[in-house]
């Protein structure tokens, strides 16, 4: 699976958009980007994934540039609930493509 | 749904002692996995096991960890003899293998301290 990089810690003030940002440049063409998230204390929570096109579901969008070389998962309107650690992951989706490789992710405080 | 049970949520032992984790997957997935985090290594992921059978125990750290799944809704985890290095939150995770998501759900996780 194609390694990512993500910025170690970031913060975003409550009620804005938290746009949270992953390199991934040697990604291969049959690897989906996925993000998970960590709440304190809790298990990982899946959130979205995609392979080209930018996604959008009830939790965030993704964003994905068209040479697929990086993404940015985005919170549109950031809440204090949403502090968490965020992973980028990629790999093959479906059928016998199991494994998840999580990297140390992204620290998100939201702030009053 | 109730999701992913796990328990004990919290478990303190002795150096020695055997410790058992149990998991109940979500029903009807027929994937489940073991996954250890620890401040220093992150989440590692310990045993796959895909219609009860394991597939995948190479994060297996050594003898003294095995894992069962002795029917489709309960898998246990265990320790023999536990170790101090061993304290750590054991997560455990089940999707259904043939959907294109392959999402992972997960449990709360069991927090082991081994004194």
């Known amino acids: 699976d194609a390694k990512t990089t993500q910025p170690t810690s970031m913060d975003c003030a409550e009620g804005r958009a938290a746009n949270l940002p992953c390199n991934h440049s040697t990604i291969s063409g049959n690897e989906y980007v996925y993000w998970y998230r960590q709440i304190h204390s809790q298990g990982p929570q899946y959130i979205i994934h995609?392979?080209?096109n930018n996604e959008t579901n009830e939790m965030a969008s993704l964003i994905i540039t068209e040479d697929r070389k990086s993404s940015t998962l985005i919170l549109p309107h950031a809440t204090l609930r949403d502090t968490a650690v965020y992973y980028c992951?990629?790999?093959?989706?479906?059928?016998?493509?199991?494994?998840?490789?999580f990297g140390k992710g992204t620290l998100l405080t939201v702030n009053p | 749904d109730a999701g992913v049970i796990q328990s004990p949520r919290h478990e303190v032992t002795e150096m020695g002692q055997e410790v058992t984790l149990r998991c109940k997957p979500i029903s009807g997935h027929n994937s489940l996995f073991w996954y250890r985090q620890t401040m220093m290594r992150g989440l590692e992921l310990l045993i796959y096991?895909?219609?009860?059978?394991?597939?995948?125990d190479s994060g297996m750290p050594e003898d003294r960890f095995s894992a069962k799944m002795p029917n489709a809704s309960f898998s246990t985890l265990k320790i023999q003899p536990s170790e101090p290095r061993d304290s750590a939150v054991y997560f455990c995770a089940s999707s259904f293998e043939r959907a294109l998501l392959n999402e992972q759900f997960f449990g709360p996780g069991t927090r082991l301290t081994v004194l």
């Open positions: 992951i990629v790999r093959v989706s479906g059928g016998s493509n199991y494994k998840l490789t």
């Open positions: 995609g392979l080209k």
């Open positions: 096991f895909n219609n009860n059978v394991p597939i995948d």
